[in-house]
């Protein structure tokens, strides 16, 4: 539990408050994860592209807060389909703003576009470290966030993005909302 609380830090931060003992949370082993969260959550890669393969639109960011310091930039987001407008995703990312190019800073401080489809466009080769993996029972900000009409269990994931030397890049808290496996909101 205590590798779910460090890698939640993000979401602690932006919320001011230590969340592992705000939300009802639980870690998972990923591959006893039901589908369609498996497959969108135990790979990789980065979500923005995973998403928009699954939900067939492109992804905006709607910014619910961000933060900024000399070293970090922290956005808590939801990334949201273009043509249908449903949110795909709450996420919280930590970006180490001196890790990144200028023109690759600035993209993500305009809070404009999801940060794997920032990434893939800077040509910036990157790694992910992904896990560990959750479930959790969304609190009234979530369930806001995500347009939720009910507390029913999400599952989700911390993704550490990495230079190809191994520098951190961000730190990302990725919580999917209810789906069907065929990609409709459950």
Not at 131 to 151: T, V
């Amino acid at each position: 539990m205590s590798q779910l609380l460090s890698c939640l830090r993000p979401l602690s931060l932006m919320r001011g408050e230590d969340i592992g003992t705000r939300l009802e949370i639980e870690q998972r082993d990923p591959e006893s994860l039901p589908e369609p969260y498996k497959e969108l959550l135990v790979h990789r890669f980065d979500m923005t592209h995973t998403l928009q393969n699954f939900h067939q639109d492109e992804l905006h960011i709607s910014v619910l807060n961000a933060r900024h310091t000399p070293e970090k930039y922290t956005r808590e987001v939801i990334l949201v389909t273009d043509k249908a407008n449903i949110p795909a995703e709450y996420g919280v990312l930590q970006v180490s703003t001196g890790s990144l190019a200028p023109e690759i800073r600035e993209a993500v401080e305009q809070n404009r576009r999801p940060l794997g489809a920032i990434l893939r466009s800077g040509s910036m080769e990157v790694l992910h470290h992904p896990g560990p993996w959750f479930q959790l029972r969304p609190d009234e900000a979530i369930r806001n966030a995500l347009a939720l009409q009910s507390d029913d269990i999400l599952y989700g994931r911390c993704n550490r993005i990495a230079s190809l030397l191994g520098t951190t890049i961000a730190e990302v808290v990725e919580i999917l909302p209810s789906v069907s496996p065929a990609g409709v909101r459950a």
